[in-house]
């Protein structure tokens, strides 16, 4: 099993930054993908950023590339999301997964609030 637990969210001002942190514990494999979705009220669960563990290229959704940037430690198991010039649609539920073996964790998410 695998346990994620994501710190960092809170109420932010429209332009500014938030660090979203997610520790993996357990069974964590030396290959696996780790990635940042975010749940709207009202609207669908969506990627925003991905990586793998091996370091091959990061993905980022459109809506947030040059915006947003997901970074890995593999040595502490640790996944970040370093968000910048943030945008009331930038407010949402944000939840770490890491898919490994062809199963699924997710963490319980964490609130990130855009508002002025």
């Known amino acids: 099993q695998v346990q994620l637990v994501e710190s960092g969210g809170g109420l932010v001002q429209p332009g500014g930054s938030l660090r979203l942190s997610c520790l993996a514990s357990?069974?964590?494999?030396?290959?696996?993908?780790m990635s940042w979705y975010r749940q709207a009220p009202g609207k669908e669960r969506e990627l925003v950023a991905s990586?793998?563990?091996?370091?091959?290229?990061?993905t980022h959704a459109d809506s947030v590339k040059d915006r947003f940037t997901i970074a890995r430690d593999n040595a502490k198991n640790m996944v970040y999301l370093q968000m910048n010039s943030l945008k009331p649609e930038d407010t949402a539920v944000y939840y770490c997964r890491l898919y490994q073996k062809d199963r699924d964790y997710w963490g319980k998410g964490t609130l990130v609030t855009v508002s002025s």
């Open positions: 357990g069974s964590v494999l030396s290959y696996n993908v």
């Open positions: 990586a793998s563990s091996m370091g091959t290229s990061a």
